[in-house]
């Protein structure tokens, strides 16, 4: 581990104040003038249910610290983390497994009636308004160090600017990125183990892969089977420089040895709509476990709706949509080429099943899926 402390800018605050929004635009900034920014988001980390409401910052802890050494070997300069907190002691607790990081923690605040209009605004779970407006009065009422920026009536960008300002204009002088590559690797899972079944949702753009892999992994844990759920785009946010497969294969099989180990029977991933050869790179990273590559596919029609939709800023707001904000003229350059990628994966007859999504909900999708499913997941609600 390099002896050279590694700068973290932890966002926090409670639910729906703006943090992603905010890490996303300072990682943006930087990464745009040339420092290699890695952008984490803690509730991406740590989707590992059900599990007692104590274990999940834990979870997020480790699985940070597992990836942390990776954004090192990758050559990251800094670091901004996303992530609620509610004591300092949790915040002691992550940093005590990362002593290279140089933290600054700051607290975005928001007043409840600005916090109910954000929430209303982004049309995704409206019933969540009431408890993060008790989460923001408690935190008003703890002890949280740190630095605490007020972000009644200003723009994303704007608190970009003011968290970086107050923080001395953080990053501060950053170390040279030097990526190394070398990497711990990580623990292999017990010999008597059986295979861990892992489903993994291939497909092109806007075709639900994120949808249908949510709804399945929240279908199987509501049964009482403890299951994992992993975004792999939400693993290798690091710039300037083109997406790693490498990074992001690296840290999906970090965070999966932690929720091995927190007693996860199954991973569900979102991944992306590349080849069979490409799954199976991250696969091999995977030992001890059996993978099913389910590939979802929308005609040219559908997917055109999907981008619009995904452009228009409806459903939840995933840090880094590149969809998200675009005007009509990207939108359906987007829509052609999930076209174009959705045919040639047809051709190649890519994955192990084919889920046809047209007209159809993520719900009616994830019942088709799990009725196809090996007989291993099946197994699992009744071991």
């Known amino acids: 581990m390099s002896s050279v402390p590694l700068p973290l800018l932890w966002l926090c605050g409670p639910s729906g104040v703006g943090k992603s929004s905010v890490g996303w635009e300072v990682f943006t900034q930087l990464s745009r003038d040339g420092v290699r920014t890695a952008f984490v988001d803690g509730d991406q980390i740590s989707l590992c249910h059900p599990v007692p409401e104590a274990s999940g910052q834990r979870i997020r802890a480790r699985s940070l610290a597992a990836m942390w050494p990776h954004l090192r070997a990758e050559g990251a300069q800094c670091v901004v983390l996303s992530s609620w907190v509610n004591t300092f002691e949790e915040v002691r607790a992550c940093t005590a497994l990362l002593p290279d990081a140089a933290l600054t923690l700051c607290r975005l605040r928001v007043d409840p009636a600005e916090l109910e209009e954000r929430f209303l605004k982004r049309g995704w779970r409206p019933d969540l308004v009431a408890g993060a407006i008790a989460e923001a009065a408690d935190l008003d009422r703890g002890d949280l160090p740190g630095l605490r920026v007020d972000t009644d009536g200003l723009g994303v960008a704007e608190v970009a600017r003011i968290v970086r300002e107050r923080a001395g204009g953080w990053p501060g002088a950053v170390p040279a990125a030097t990526p190394s590559g070398s990497v711990p690797r990580p623990p292999d899972p017990p010999v008597d183990a059986a295979p861990a079944p892992v489903l993994w949702f291939s497909g092109a753009t806007a075709v639900g892969k994120s949808a249908v892999g949510y709804e399945v992994f929240t279908q199987i844990f509501r049964a009482g089977v403890r299951a994992a759920y992993v975004d792999v785009k939400q693993l290798g946010a690091l710039r300037p420089g083109t997406g790693s497969h490498r990074l992001q294969a690296r840290n999906l099989a970090a965070v999966w040895a932690g929720y091995r180990a927190e007693g996860a029977r199954c991973l569900i991933v979102s991944g992306e709509g590349d080849s069979d050869d490409t799954v199976r790179g991250y ?81 009616e999708v994830a019942a088709q899926v799990r009725a196809l499913l090996p007989g291993t997941w099946a197994d699992l609600s009744r071991s």
């Open 283 to 363: 696969a091999e990273l995977l030992p001890g476990t059996a993978m099913t590559v389910c590939r979802l596919h929308a005609g040219p029609a559908t997917l055109a709706e999907r981008v619009a939709r995904r452009g228009a800023g409806e459903g939840p707001a995933l840090p880094g949509d590149q969809l998200r904000g675009l005007d009509s003229a990207a939108l359906r350059r987007a829509a052609e080429r999930a076209a174009r990628d959705a045919a040639a994966l047809d051709r190649a007859g890519a994955g192990d099943l084919r889920i046809d999504t047209d007209g159809r909900s993520a719900q």
